[in-house]
């Protein structure tokens, strides 16, 4: 398992489809992980300190997890199947939950708890991001410090 960090979200064009993107922490491969946009929006809103006036699903989550004393370990993107990647909710009793790996990143954002992924799953999925392509990077990340919620837009079905 690598540690990974939330580099931030995005909306990946033309698709218009939004993506978290991680990186290893010791390593130079970006895992892209193409979610919905309520989620995009939870995980910009925990990235930014945004607390909403009343508690996302997310919010509420951590806060039960709190008034049951009992913490969230890990959360481990353990697989990639079809396209479709699959991840761990790991608590503090020892009790494992699967769960989207969107849902767990927007909770771990929440809850300070570090993120995990299997090697298969970076050999198969990440993307190493050459040094020339680094300024590209930091460009990405400036992006997403001036990125709002709203510019996910509606979700439509």
Known sequence: MKHMEVVGVRVEMPSNQPIVLLKESEGDRYLPIWIGGVEATAIALAQQGVAPARPLTHDLFRDVLDAL????????????????????LVFSNGVEVSARPSDSIALALRTGTPIYAHEDVIDEAGMPIPDEQEDQVE?????????SPEDFGRRTE
């Open 69 to 88: 004393d009992t913490g969230l370990k890990t959360v481990n993107i353990t697989g990639l199947s079809d396209g479709i990647f699959y991840a761990q």
């Open 139 to 147: 460009a990405f990340r400036e992006f997403l410090d001036n990125i």
